[in-house]
């Protein structure tokens, strides 16, 4: 049987993300390095001492909160962060990351310029020869920038946008329009209010084609945006609303569609409002009555209807204590969340601030399972991973621990709760991501566990600087013995692969 | 080899590969029989495969109602024609009522054989349209149910009145686990069988693995599922992976569906305990250019029916203890939408694959497709509950009776006859 074209994009064309990621890096490295303003060649900042003979080695040690607060808001709290929260704070530095244009990324940036499909238009994008490009390229940036970026509270909520407004990228044209919406839409509204994201993603060409608004028309309405703007994305399945509700907010949003392939005069894959396929009759979604005779404003009434929602409100609050706190969050706090959604428009920084100062989230340390992208980007920050070349078997292990960016079908994004990802399988896939990992068998990346363990003498310094460099703090004593166990058997120097990849693999690493 | 081996006796036969040529000459396939089951306590009934199709498929278009004249003024552009030899664009006739798909061709040998049941109108009664909800009321088995967080086939291994500790009883395919296995019993999920091993710097391994043991045997909440990782992986140690050639010249499907199927025939022949295996086929929420005999619908629809072709023909005589099923979450609206696609619904199809099977069969109690037929928004009818089908399955093919614990709260409406036994 021949492999559809949508079969090679979930596969061969996925694979492949890192091909071309890799063509650049002889010129480029895409190591992490110390950047402008968080390095020690600043000279503001200390950072992990590097030539200090001590035993125990100098660690950066931080305040249980501290290590708490990194987890949640970062992809692997780093070294360079520790330091940085001890220089300024932990709520000053809450408020740098919140402030993303305030935090040098040059670096990163720089990074980006290995992927030409970001600058393109999407009729560039659909010219390509290579027909998975666009989507390899968005998939490499997007974990190469968990990995890397200093804006690392940005891409947490850029991925939890992401997943709040998931788009398949191998949906037809979304291969060409995802990565639009990933620049124009998820990332320049990560800290914004809802009602702003929410409005940005109607818009987003991408969304218009993967949810099939760009099809509906009012002759027959197509009522798959409608039901999951309401389902998924505001009010809930809870949220009250009528198959009637469906097929008005279906009606309100005909003619909300994108320029296509043929247009002379516009440029193909933007938003367009048509007119003449607009359903301009009266409509009754919930408690709003739009009048006869409306167009585009239709939609958009709708929108901000719903993003006002009490339900939104619950549910948008409910979802961020997910990701930031418990799979089962407290409800005093959802109820708490709530009110503040409300009380600030959904202000997203706001919300933020609340959840990092409630008890729940201070008393939540180890309730959240990491999803594999986040074992993976926490593994490649915190060995100081470097990428030196094609790595078609980082892409296999991308796909083995189970979340490759953007590849989940359906619009409701990636599970966030442990339920969904503590399988054997994925078990499986991590044990052998931190061995393959740290023993540089994963060809294209390179790590130095030696230079990770600064000048360590003894089986215990090893273990002990490296679980406090991956997990923050020094292993319990049960899980401590067991690697100064094995640290101790045979010859050290042999044995630091292995030590630190039991420290990966370890249950302590799962969670964050 | 009858005797039945206990686990322990099997890891040190086969780890001090004890008479190797002995053993192996005298197996019917590439792995020793094993068993993890007391005598009498085994497993009697057939290895159950259930196929997901995830996003609503349009079963409208997939088991025509070609004798249904509304069909052909919903369909206005999808319908597929009624059928006709000379052309094979049309639908396969089946009854003189219903036909199949033509991208649904490699059922039609299955269907000839009796090894194909088809159920129409069928599907869950709770009336959501959400995707989510309506998988999670499926795969749980009870429909409206939020509270119970138990799969119908995690209760079933649970219910079952005999024993089989093998880390392989039940499998879901794919990175996650799919709802309906969800219970007390060990399930392992599996992406791929070449890469299920411990892997790392070789000469390390053996204390690697000691280690992580140790490390997941201090009271955390992942201890148990490492528990069951390292007892899926030592048992898969033992089975030769490489160059599997499936048998009668089965064709599997190219796409994660088809491996996944292959590699449950690779399991279910490997007899390491395989019970029941769960697989997934995503991609039909077909809202847009579903496409009536050329499109994204017909080119699962031959991805979906090579594959269970595939796996009955690799299985061989196995496949006489073999039962398929598919679901879905609900089939589409009856009338098309605008943009060449339909909308989410309720009444589907399913298909009942295996040598038990009272095939040659479409079981329907059609409601029709007037206008006052219509379900909801204006969908195909659900006239039988999908459990019926499930229920008789595990009752009568698969052997276990406690059918009110697999479906609590439910009693079985109408006895199809859809399997022997």
Known sequence: MKVSRRNFIRTSGL????????????????????????????????????????????????????????SRISFGATPEMVARVQQIGLDAFIDEQLNPESINDDATDQLMSNFPTLTMTPAQRYALPQFGQPIQELV???????????????????????????????????????????????????????????????????????????ESQKAAPNENYARELMELQTISVNGGYTQTDITNVARAFTGWTIVGRNNLFKPFGTYQFVERIHDTGQKQVLNLTIPAGGGEDDGTKVLDMLAHHPMAAQFISTKLARRFVSDNPDPALVSALTNIFTQSDGDTPTLLKAIFQSDAFKNSAGQKMKRPLEFLASAMRLTDAVLTGKSQQLVQQVKLLGQIPFDWQFPNGFPDTASFWATTSGLLARWNFGNLLTSNK??????????????????????????????????PDDARNILLDFASTGDLGNNLASIAGLILGSPHFQVR | MDAKLSRRDFMKLTTTRMSTWAVSSALPSWMPRMAFAPDGVEPPGDLLVVIFQRGGMDGLNAVIPHGDADYYHLRTSLAIAEPSTANDTTGIDLDGFFGLHPSLKPLKDLWDEKALAIVHAVGSPDPTHSHFDAMDYMERGTPGEKTIETGWIGRHLQSAPWQNTSPFRAIGMGGIMQESLRGPIPVTTLQSIAD????????????????????????????????????????????????????????????????????????????????????????????????????????????????????????????????????????????????????????????VVGGGVNGGKVYADWPGLAPDKLYGPGDLNVTTDYRDVLAEIVEKRVKNQNITQVFPDYTVAKTLNIVQG
């Open chain 1, 15 to 70: 694979f492949a993300a890192f091909t071309a990621l890799a063509a650049c890096t002889p010129d480029k490295p895409l190591s992490f390095q110390p950047f402008t303003g968080h390095s020690s060649g600043s000279g503001s900042i200390a950072v992990v001492p590097t030539a200090v003979a001590v035993t125990p080695p100098t660690m950066t040690v931080a305040d249980p909160l501290t290590v708490l607060t990194l």
């Open chain 1, 140 to 214: 490499a940036a997007t974990i190469l920038r968990q990995w890397h970026s200093q804006r690392q509270l940005k891409e947490v909520m850029v991925d939890f946008w992401s997943n709040h407004f998931n788009i398949y990228i191998a949906k037809s044209l979304c291969r060409v329009l995802k990565t639009d919406d990933d620049l124009d839409v998820i990332r320049p509204n990560a800290f914004a209010k809802f009602g702003d994201i929410l409005n940005a993603s109607a818009h987003s060409p991408a969304m218009l084609i993967f949810l099939d608004n760009a």
């Open chain 1, 442 to 475: 994963i060809h294209g990346v390179q790590v130095d566990v030696k230079s990770l363990t600064s000048d360590a003498q003894s089986a215990q310094d090893v273990v002990d600087v490296l679980s406090q460099r991956f997990l923050g703090t020094t292993l």
């Open chain 2, 196 to 351: 299920f091993h411990l892997q790392g710097d070789v000469s390390q391994l053996a204390e690697i693995r000691k280690r992580l043991e140790s490390l997941y045997s201090l009271g955390g909440s992942l201890d148990s599922i490492a528990d069951d990782t390292f007892n899926a992986v030592d048992l898969l140690s033992k089975v030769d992976i490489s160059n599997y050639i499936p048998a009668g010249n089965a064709q599997y499907p190219q796409t994660e569906y088809g491996t996944a199927l292959k590699q449950v025939a690779q399991i279910a022949k490997a007899d390491i305990g395989l019970e029941v295996a769960c697989v997934d086929i995503g991609g039909w929420d077909t809202h847009n250019a579903e496409g009536a005999t050329d499109g994204d619908m017909p080119k699962l629809l031959d991805e979906l029916s090579s594959g269970l072709a595939a796996l009955y023909t690799d299985m061989g005589d196995r496949a006489k203890k073999m039962t398929m099923v598919t679901m879905s979450e609900f089939g589409r609206r009856a009338q098309e939408n605008g943009s060449g696609g339909t909308d989410h619904g309720h009444g589907n199809c399913m298909f």
